[in-house]
């Protein structure tokens, strides 16, 4: 079965610094995609950056980016320039085929990331 | 544009009693998904649909049940509340069409059971 590995359940990190968020997958398929989702106090999940594994580019949003590792099958967020409103739980995610074609998503156990001033 | 959205938002339920969660979606997706999530445990899968009258089962299945038979709508049943059901659900939709392929979420309900 496809599991999402988060090791890190919490981090922290200073206001304007750099921090990357770890996660592994398994997986026998070689077409997917990979996702990671924020969510802040709030409760709502947010989208914060998606990766497409037939595309060896990593890809890229503003201050967030990913180190895609296919073969190591490993998965990390790399936030820069650390804000306060990046305070929240950050959930990877892999979706995968299922049923029918159906697309489920696979979650991981999140990380709880603190931004210090 | 409400996207995905969730009714009600909090509930506190007696144990042996059953209600019903809805979802309801405005993109025309096809996928949607109903997730419970607990400390620790990230978001789990309970149920799926990938259309209109189809549903299929996630990874915790059990004391729940289903129905989509308006493909803007799925609901989540409980039967018999336990306290073990006592957990944050949240309701997602997506695309069947990979170009878009992340899930949208609705805001959550906090389902309390005692």
């Known amino acids: 079965a496809q599991t999402v590995t988060q090791s890190q359940p919490e981090m922290s990190v200073q206001e304007a610094e750099t921090v990357t968020l770890s996660c592994t997958y398994d997986?026998?398929?070689?077409?997917?995609?990979l996702f990671w989702y924020k969510q802040p106090p709030s409760r709502q999940m947010i989208l914060v950056i998606r990766q497409e594994a037939y595309k060896q580019q990593n890809a890229t949003e503003n201050r967030f980016s990913v180190n895609f590792q296919k073969a190591a099958k490993s998965f990390s967020l790399k936030i820069s320039d650390s804000q306060l409103g990046d305070a929240a739980m950050y959930f990877c995610?892999?979706?995968?085929?299922?049923?029918?074609?159906?697309?489920?998503?696979?979650f991981g156990q999140g990380t709880r990331l603190t931004i210090n001033p | 544009n409400a996207g995905v959205t969730q009714t009600p938002k909090f509930r506190v339920l007696k144990t042996g009693q059953s209600m019903t969660l809805l979802c309801a979606q405005d993109?025309?997706?096809?996928?949607m998904y109903w997730y419970r999530q607990d400390p620790g445990m990230g978001l789990r899968l309970i149920h799926y649909s990938v259309g209109e009258g189809t549903t299929a089962k996630g990874e915790v299945p059990d004391g729940y049940n289903v129905s989509r038979l308006k493909k803007q709508n799925f609901l989540l049943g409980l039967e018999s509340a336990a306290p073990s059901q006592t957990s944050v659900y949240f309701c997602a939709s997506s695309y069947l069409d990979s170009g878009l392929p992340e899930a949208f979420f609705g805001q959550g309900t906090r389902l309390t059971v005692v």
């Open positions: 997986t026998s398929e070689s077409d997917y995609y």
């Open positions: 993109m025309n997706h096809e996928y």
């Open positions: 995610a892999y979706r995968f085929p299922g049923i029918q074609g159906a697309q489920k998503l696979v």
